[in-house]
């Protein structure tokens, strides 16, 4: 009898955690394991606010896939240009693929919203390529200005678009690292502006608010302006227009302009014949597709409802890297004729970080501030490796600077 494909695109948190969990499972005579992906590397998205603002390096965030797969999976390294799954077919760069059982976790977009000029003007911490070009321009920008003979100080202006997640931990960031810019490039560092736009009335919504009134003031002595409550309508090649009071809009010049305040699916999903709001699927708790029984979806191609509050779950790694688990195991349960399981998210905490040595998080019933934030973020980025690629990889690409 011929052996089953289990086809997983994307090796992203979901994609190589459903990887790495399937070679434990699945042996080479019960079914063949094929793994696309784009590039011959899996990076940490959850660290590309580091690598946008120049405090790590590019390749620290990264790893070859080659490393934590073994010899029961093909890796193709291709990139996925359509998803038909009434034909049952995949076609990529390295030519068509056909299925028994699929994993799309081709991971998210930035989601701009039909804002206009942000497509073309912002820049975005969405892969370790864009997250690259966003440290480059800020450098580029500190570069020109003082060769400049007529200053133009907009150049070193900053608007990171999005107080949630991403963008507070962008910013804690650059509250690093621009210091040390401004000594690179003999420049004041007055000149240098740091601006935070969100439209919503807060900051980090959803997390405790003592915790989000000390992430707002540890930004603000870090040099971060917050306005907040004030969306961005507009964004050109000077700079944003932000909407203020009473429909009064104000024009901030700036030199980079960073958007980090929305995410959707990955775009193919929204050809693929399933249905999907903003390129995420309405999974079952089993996470697979509705109608489609051999299709799974993981990551944050995946929309799935929290009973207990009603809400959907956030897109996060951690939420990611679970649902890889479950997904494995029930391949395994369908081919064995068992009955799948359901996805129960294991809540560990949240730990956002401002910068390379503070951090506000939330973990085991506590709440945690500074220092013991930063040194718990660093378990939790580490505890990541760990799990796809061992002590080795853990060791490789570890963070171990706790205090
Ligand atoms: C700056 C930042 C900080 C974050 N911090 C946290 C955090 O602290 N904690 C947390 O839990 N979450 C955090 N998140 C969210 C988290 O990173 C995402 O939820 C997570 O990456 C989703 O995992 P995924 O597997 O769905 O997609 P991804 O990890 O994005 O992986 C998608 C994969 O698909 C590949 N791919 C995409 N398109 C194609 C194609 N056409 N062909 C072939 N391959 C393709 C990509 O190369 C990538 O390897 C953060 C996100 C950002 C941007």
């Known amino acids: 009898m ?17 990887i790495v969990n399937l070679q434990k499972l699945i042996n080479t005579h019960e079914a063949e394991i094929i793994l696309v992906n784009k590039n011959d590397y899996h990076y940490e998205t959850t660290w590309l606010h580091e690598v946008g603002a120049g405090t790590i390096s590019p390749d620290k965030a990264r790893y070859p896939i080659s490393k934590v ?37 081709l991971g998210f977009e ?3 919203f039909g804002i206009p000029g942000l497509k073309e003007h912002a820049l975005s911490l969405t892969n370790i390529n864009t997250a690259r070009q966003v440290r480059e321009h ?26 949630g997640f991403t963008g507070i931990e962008f910013l804690g960031e650059l509250g690093n690292r621009i210091p040390e810019l401004c000594r690179e490039f003999d420049i004041p560092q007055e000149k240098v502006r740091l601006l935070c736009v969100e439209a919503a009335p807060t900051v980090l919504p959803g997390f405790d608010p003592e915790l989000v009134d000390y992430a707002q003031e540890q930004l603000r002595k ?6 907040i409550g004030t969306p961005i309508v507009e964004a050109t090649a000077e700079g944003v227009k932000i909407k203020k009071d009473e429909g009064n809009t104000e024009f901030i010049k700036a030199g980079t302009v960073v958007w980090a305040a929305g995410v959707r ?28 029984d051999d299709v799974f979806i993981v990551g944050d191609c995946a929309f799935l409802l929290n009973e207990e509050t009603g809400r959907p779950y956030p897109p996060t790694a951690q939420i990611a890297m679970q649902q890889g688990v479950i997904i494995a195991k029930n391949i395994k349960h369908i081919m064995n004729d068992e009955p799948t399981e359901g996805f129960v998210y294991d809540d560990k905490g949240a730990v956002c970080s401002l910068g390379q040595e503070d951090a506000i998080g939330t973990a085991f019933g506590r709440k945690f501030t500074g220092k013991p934030a930063s040194a718990l973020k660093k378990v939790v980025d580490d505890r990541a490796l760990y ?17």
């Open 110 to 112: 930035g989601e701009t």
């Open 222 to 227: 870090k040099g971060v302006e917050f306005s």
């Open 265 to 292: 699916g990955n775009a193919l999903i929204e050809s693929s014949g399933i249905e999907s709001n903003r390129a995420r699927i309405a999974v079952h708790e089993d996470m697979r597709a509705p109608g489609f």
């Open 69 to 105: 797969i073994n010899d029961n999976v093909t890796f193709v390294i291709a990139n996925v240009e359509n998803i038909d799954v009434n034909k049952k077919k995949v076609e990529t760069s390295a030519g068509e693929f056909t299925y028994d059982y699929l994993v799309i976790g």
């Open 2 to 18: 011929k052996r089953p494909t289990i086809l997983v695109l994307g090796a992203g948190y979901g994609g190589l955690t459903t």
């Open 387 to 403: 799990l796809v690629g061992g002590v080795g990889l853990t060791l490789k690409k570890g963070k171990f600077k706790f205090i």
């Open 138 to 163: 800020i450098e580029y920008q500190f570069a020109s200005w003082i060769l400049d003979e007529v200053k133009d100080d907009s150049k070193l202006t900053i608007v990171v678009g999005g107080a």
